[in-house]
């Protein structure tokens, strides 16, 4: 009796197959889906997938690093300017070519060591007033936000008798020791700007005591 009762191999077989069948997920439901996913979230589940997979370390970085392009990225991006403004320091003597790089300075007559990465950059002026030089060309005051401001009055503080070198539109214009604290924002360029700069700077800022744009 309890061998009729028990169902017989072939009947389980055809039921497990049967349920199976109804269990399984639609092909077409589930591209349909990954359709309508967007490919934000459609690269999160990518990643996560990737991620928990302990196998794919070189795939792990890569799309650790397309993830942070896709959702971290935009939000910095820097509005383009017409005008370009770099403030690099001075670097140590010992740092690597990767960090540093050498340059003619101008006031001691010496090849120097600047750092690569400027600490200022044309995104933190807000604001900036030319005058015209003895020998033809331009001086500008610059006018930095409020992030150039505590990057210059940090540098002056820790880099005080050392030396920075600004470049505008790629040209080395002039350097600036540091002898002070500088707290207000402000880098006055003496001379060695020409027209053509001061009408790309007229594109990106506006003159100091204008209202904002």
């Not at 269990?23 to 690269?43: C, F, I, L, M, T």
């Not at 009408?199 to 800022?205: A, G, I, R």
Request: positive net charge; hydrophobic residues 40%.
């Amino acid at each position: 009796m309890q061998n009729a009762a028990q169902p017989t191999p072939s009947v389980r077989c055809r039921r497990r197959r049967r349920f199976l069948a109804e269990g399984a997920p639609d092909d077409r439901g589930n591209q349909k889906e990954q359709n309508n996913v967007s490919p934000h979230e459609r690269v999160k589940q990518q990643t996560l997938q990737i991620l928990s997979n302990p196998l794919s370390i070189g795939m792990k970085s890569l799309w650790v690093f397309a993830l942070w392009l896709l959702f971290v990225a935009p939000g910095g991006v820097a509005k383009q300017r017409h005008c370009m403004f770099r403030v690099h320091a001075q670097a140590n003597s010992q740092d690597t070519a990767v960090f540093a790089t050498s340059v003619h300075a101008q006031l001691s007559g010496k090849d120097v060591a600047i750092e690569k990465i400027p600490r200022i950059s044309e995104q933190d002026v807000v604001a900036f007033y030319p005058y015209a030089a003895a020998n033809g060309t331009y001086g500008v005051l610059f006018q930095l936000d409020e992030h150039g401001r505590i990057a210059l009055d940090a540098l002056s503080i820790e880099r005080r008798g050392s030396l920075l070198f600004v470049f505008i539109n790629g040209r080395p214009i002039t350097e600036l020791a540091i002898d002070k604290r500088v707290s207000d924002g402000k880098i006055y360029v003496a001379s060695g700007l020409t027209a053509a700069d001061i009408d790309l700077m007229k594109k990106d800022w506006r003159l100091i005591g204008q209202k904002k744009r």
